[in-house]
């Protein structure tokens, strides 16, 4: 297995990766004064051969993993840490992380290159899109649907049946009752729009 990105968000992803003894060979990282992360070695993407290499993409921006996952040629995988609790019926896609203290309950459906970061809580019959950052402790009630590349900032409740749209960032804290069109920007309790992002 190989990181694409040596940043913090990649620390966490490795202690999943040891919990459960999944060998790392190395991250690999555009930034050429980065040489080691955690006792890990850090490649320059410049001499690294990407092909065929069992990957996930290390980095916290939506918008790179989705470039980087159109770009390389890569497998990608998932990483589950072992404290996370997956019901039985949850489908996760490709390259997606879930963090430690992570419930995801019964006909959650998560896309492909999500980060369920730490103690978040997906309630049943969710559906997370691709590209999708829920941070840590947001509650998401249940029959949510999230868009494509949408940030649910820390600590963030969104109630029952509410439809978020693609690549809106929802802020830290927010509680949201009403849906959320794509790219706006939502913050409060509770939430209100107060920009949106330029497509
Ligand atoms: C492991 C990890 O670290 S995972 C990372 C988790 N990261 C997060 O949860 C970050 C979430 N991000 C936020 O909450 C940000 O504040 C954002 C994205 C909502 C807004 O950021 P910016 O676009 O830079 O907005 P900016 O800081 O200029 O604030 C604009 C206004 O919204 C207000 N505001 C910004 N964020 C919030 C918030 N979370 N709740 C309430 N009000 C907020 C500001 O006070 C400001 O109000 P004012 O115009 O009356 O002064």
């Given at each position: 297995?190989?990181?694409?990105?040596?940043s913090?968000?990649?620390?966490?992803?490795?202690?999943?990766l040891?919990?459960?003894?999944?060998?790392?060979?190395?991250?690999?990282d555009a930034?050429p004064?980065?040489?080691s992360?955690?006792?890990?070695?850090?490649?320059?993407?410049?001499?690294f051969?990407?092909?065929?290499k069992?990957?996930?993409?290390?980095?916290?921006?939506?918008?790179v993993?989705?470039?980087?996952n159109?770009?390389?040629?890569?497998?990608?995988?998932?990483?589950?840490?072992?404290?996370?609790?997956?019901?039985?019926?949850?489908?996760?896609?490709?390259?997606?992380?879930?963090?430690?203290?992570?419930?995801?309950?019964?006909?959650?459906?998560?896309?492909?290159?999500?980060?369920?970061?730490?103690s978040?809580?997906?309630?049943?019959d969710?559906?997370?899109k691709?590209?999708?950052?829920?941070?840590?402790?947001?509650?998401?009630?249940?029959?949510?649907?999230?868009?494509?590349g949408?940030?649910?900032?820390?600590?963030?409740?969104?109630?029952?049946?509410?439809?978020?749209?693609?690549?809106?960032i929802?802020?830290a804290g927010?509680v949201?009752i009403?849906?959320i069109p794509?790219?706006?920007?939502?913050v409060?309790?509770p939430?209100?729009?107060?920009?949106y992002?330029?497509?």
């Amino acid at each position: 297995m190989i990181l694409i990105g040596a940043s913090g968000h990649a620390k966490v992803i490795l202690d999943i990766l040891e919990q459960n003894e999944i060998k790392v060979e190395c991250l690999v990282d555009a930034n050429p004064s980065l040489i080691s992360l955690c006792g890990y070695a850090v490649v320059h993407d410049s001499v690294f051969n990407f092909e065929g290499k069992d990957a996930i993409l290390s980095i916290g921006s939506n918008e790179v993993r989705k470039k980087l996952n159109d770009l390389l040629p890569c497998t990608f995988k998932t990483a589950i840490h072992p404290k996370a609790i997956l019901d039985k019926t949850v489908k996760v896609g490709e390259g997606t992380v879930v963090m430690a203290g992570v419930v995801l309950n019964r006909d959650v459906a998560v896309g492909k290159h999500v980060i369920i970061n730490t103690s978040a809580s997906v309630d049943h019959d969710n559906h997370i899109k691709d590209y999708v950052h829920i941070s840590p402790n947001a509650t998401l009630c249940g029959t949510v649907t999230v868009g494509e590349g949408t940030h649910i900032g820390a600590g963030a409740t969104i109630i029952p049946n509410i439809s978020i749209g693609k690549w809106a960032i929802i802020g830290a804290g927010a509680v949201v009752i009403s849906d959320i069109p794509d790219f706006a920007v939502a913050v409060g309790n509770p939430a209100r729009i107060i920009k949106y992002i330029n497509e």
